[in-house]
């Protein structure tokens, strides 16, 4: 089954521990890209990868890394986490960042609490 | 920069409506369009994908067009039903101030009552 898979699901961390959020997609893909939700805001793009060693910032990249080493995975780095990016995430992919063909599949999100 | 807005915000309607759901975008030169719809707390699932050079499309009950010269898309819904209950979201990609960037609006949230 085509699909995004993300995880962990839920996470519940405290202020500068480390995580990673993973993302792996099974379409061989080439653009992945990371977004955040937040009511009243609206989903925003954090991170996008135009394919492997490939990856540039999105409209909220503050406090985010992303790396990009295989196609299929695209994994979320919070080095040192903080409470305004308590948040629900989604990882979303696509053949092709361009071109009116290119649909986006999206993970089913990690809700993450930062206390 | 590209601005997407959907009309109406929120939407509650008795069972068997047909419904219309509006998304207007500021910048025409897009690739694409696509409506997704998202149950709460949960992930996004795509419902139509609306090339550029196409004016729409369907699937079952539902209908999407798209009027790229004026910045224009609509959602139509058929005899709406409890289950349609959602938020309902509109995606532009195309290639602004540089990058690729898909731009979301802030969705239209659905109740359909029984």
């Known amino acids: 089954e085509a699909q995004v898979t993300q995880n962990p699901r839920y996470l519940i961390t405290v202020t500068g521990k480390k995580l990673t959020v993973t993302c792996s997609q099974n379409?061989?893909?080439?653009?992945m890209s990371w977004y955040r939700q937040d009511p009243g805001l609206g989903l925003r793009q954090i991170y996008y990868?135009?394919?492997?060693?490939?990856?540039d910032k999105g409209d909220v990249p503050e406090g985010y890394k992303v790396s990009r080493k295989e196609k299929r995975n695209f994994p979320l780095i919070l080095e040192s986490p903080s409470p305004n990016q308590t948040s629900l995430y989604f990882c979303?992919?696509?053949?092709?960042?361009?071109?009116?063909?290119?649909?986006?599949?999206f993970g089913p999100g990690t809700r993450l609490t930062v206390l | 920069k590209q601005e997407v807005t959907q009309i109406p915000a929120a939407l509650s309607v008795p069972e068997g409506e047909n419904l219309v759901l509006n998304c207007s975008f500021t910048?025409?030169?897009?690739?694409?369009l696509q409506w997704f719809r998202q149950d709460p707390g949960k992930g996004l699932t795509s419902l139509l994908l609306?090339?550029?050079?196409?004016r729409e499309q369907t699937s079952g009950r539902l209908n999407a067009s798209l009027d790229k010269s004026s910045g224009r898309s609509t959602l139509y819904i058929a005899a709406s039903q409890p289950g349609d209950s959602a938020t309902y979201l509109c995606?532009?990609?195309?290639?602004?101030?540089?990058?690729?960037?898909?731009?979301f609006g802030r969705g239209t949230s659905l109740i359909v009552h029984p």
């Open positions: 979303a992919s696509s053949l092709s960042p361009a071109g009116g063909y290119n649909e986006q599949f």
């Open positions: 609306i090339q550029s050079s196409q």
């Open positions: 379409m061989n893909h080439e653009y």
């Open positions: 910048d025409s030169a897009i690739y694409n």
């Open positions: 990868s135009m394919n492997v060693e490939v990856t």
């Open positions: 995606a532009v990609r195309g290639w602004a101030g540089g990058s690729y960037i898909p731009t």
